[in-house]
């Protein structure tokens, strides 16, 4: 298994970063807080940890620590647009269900 | 399904709690909405992708105004009822706007206070009210944009705003129901959205010429810290002036006489601007005016005839640049970078003036019309608290000298201007007669020695001075201003300790009847947004539930008699029904009853996992102290 995205989540991290001016990539992960337990962590990557997974998808990397993973594996990240707003969106097979805006989750 | 944006590393906020803070540049012909998303600082657009929005109010006899292109596009078949360039009347007292209103094509009104009103279709309005108008429709797009709500907000205004015109600009805010974090002039926006604090130092003068206002702002940067060395401008200075020397050249060439009407001046600026624009790139612009009856008049415009008519406008901006060098005390060639701000600056003449004047070739990277509010919405960034390492300091200056009446009508500066805010500064007065026991306190503003020649901002009186000989008696008189630029003065007498104060409330102000009536419409709109924000609440509740229900019925259905299953499923057909609706208590019932309902369900599901989890073990092979497992 392994975390993949989407062309268009890819031009967008590059885009990114590019305007950044830094960064390795995009860090994803999980942490628990959130109504349903746990919640996404979508931040810059300044730097790879020795217990990270890197994955190369289309010229961006994404970057995971070892313990998010259990809760990532196997997902794909989109960016897509909903309406006016538009933003990163998550298909993590590992969630059985997520609080109703979809911004924490469980597993 | 939400959406997400990057954050800066150790920055992801926790679940409903991210915070949105947007730049909003309010400006005189034109206003934007900026907001900083996975680190970058963008304008929004709206659906039709236009970044500008005009800052153009159209009231109609019924229903809400009419904000924007929409406005603009009908301005000149409805000249009276669409009102623009609204932000040269904030703050302006009624023989401000008297002088101004022969420029402008609105019928005016004097209301109970000194505020002057614009009679509309919709009734009066006054300044505010329609400044309120255009953020409103900013707020509404970046609420659209963003998903979520947005209520705080930083708001520029050209440096040279007084008092009045920026408690305006805030009062404006409060009716469109926007906190606002700060109010920021416009130079010092432009300079962040270049990112000149990247810079180890350095002085940069920002040059903003904009549709209504001219500003000259010089800066100096230290490690990283910003203070505005001086600031000096024009209030009344801009592109627009340039469309009427233009609108007025083509009336002396088509022959329209002095008293054309509203609807035709309209016409006329609205070709004047498009031959000016034109100009940018074409060496001439073909005009074709319609006179009305019928008749026509063709004619050109050549890019020499436009530098004829716009370089003594051009000109008179060199005026403010000397002043702010000399408050500054530096000379032009010690600034080592200059900025463009505003449309007007797309003029080549002014670009190649500026270069003159400063011997550098501009900065003008970022669109003129938008670096104001990206660098607005970078402030509100920070100052909403969503970056930690790059803390930005800003500091501002005061516009003009704060100051008391003394006797004989004269003025004692206590603050003077281009000191940089906030600030407090106190000052020790005493009496001038045996026995006096009270003081009038005279608040002025203004550079000029007399007062019959400063703007009076507010009296006040300290009474209780214990009688003394005159010039026995210490009385302390402190000016403090905050980081908006907004003044508090309050006078202590020393032995007694008797005090008194005043909050500058401008003289041109609101009255309090005014100030009531606008709070409660938006008390009123608080009350729908707050019963909204509860259904919505609910409903997330309820989909919740329903969806745990349902899946516990899939997998352990079995559990239950027909009787039980009937009951939780009539419980679900309930909720659903009053998820559907707008009844924010049905739901919250609904979702109790159902809750009710399940009880009996969810003890038996726990009981029977319990049992198939022992089923086959003995009770020592289980470690009781073992931690439970995440679920």
Redesign the interface.
Known sequence: MAITMTQAAAER?RN?IE??GKGEG??L?V???????K????????KIEPDDHVYECHGAKIIVDAKSLIYLDGTELDY?R?????????NNPNVK????????F?T | ????????????P???ERRYAVGIDLGTTNSLVACVR???AETLPD?QGRHLLPSVVRYLSQGEPVVGHDAMAVAHEDPLNTIASVKRLMGRGIEDVRQLGKSLPYEFTRGDSAMPRLRTVAGERSPVEISAEILKKLKKRAT????VDISDAVITVPAYFDDAQRQATKDAACVAGLNVLRLLNEPTAAAIAYGLDKNPQGIFAVYDLGGGTFDISLLRLNRGVFEVMATAGDSALGGDDMDHAVAEWIMRAAGIQDDAGHRQIRCLLRDARAAKEALTQAERAPLHIDLGHGKNWRGELKRDQLYALIDPLIERTVSPCKRALRDAGIRANEVDGVVLVGGATRIPRVREKVSQFFGREPLADIDPDKVVAIGAALQADVLIGNKRDEEMLLLDVIPLSLGLEIMGGMVEKIIPRNTTIPVAKAQDFTTYKDGQTALLIHVVQGERELVSDCRSLARFELRGIPPMTAGAARIRVSFQIDADGLLSVSAREQTMGVESSVAVKPSYGLTDNEIERMLRESITHAGEDDAARKLREQ???A??LM??VR?ALTADGALLNIVEREGIEHGLKELQAAREGNDYARVKQAVKALDQATQTFAQRRMDENIRKALAGHKLEEFDMSRDKS??
Do not use: W
């Not at chain 1, 919640?39 to 300044?46: G, I, N, P, Q, T």
């Not at chain 1, 909903?82 to 998550?90: H, R, S, T």
């Not at chain 1, 269900?97 to 924490?104: L, N, R, T």
């Open positions: 991290v990114f305007k950044r995009l860090r992960g942490r628990t807080s959130g109504c349903s337990g919640a996404y962590v979508v931040e810059y990557a300044d897509t909903e309406g006016l707003n538009e933003g990163f969106k998550f269900d997520s609080c109703g805006c979809g911004e924490s469980n | 399904m939400a959406l997400f944006q990057i954050s800066e590393p150790g920055q992801t926790t679940p409903h996975s680190g970058v659906e659209e944009i963003l998903g409903q997330v509740d989909d919740r969806e745990a899946s995440p679920s």
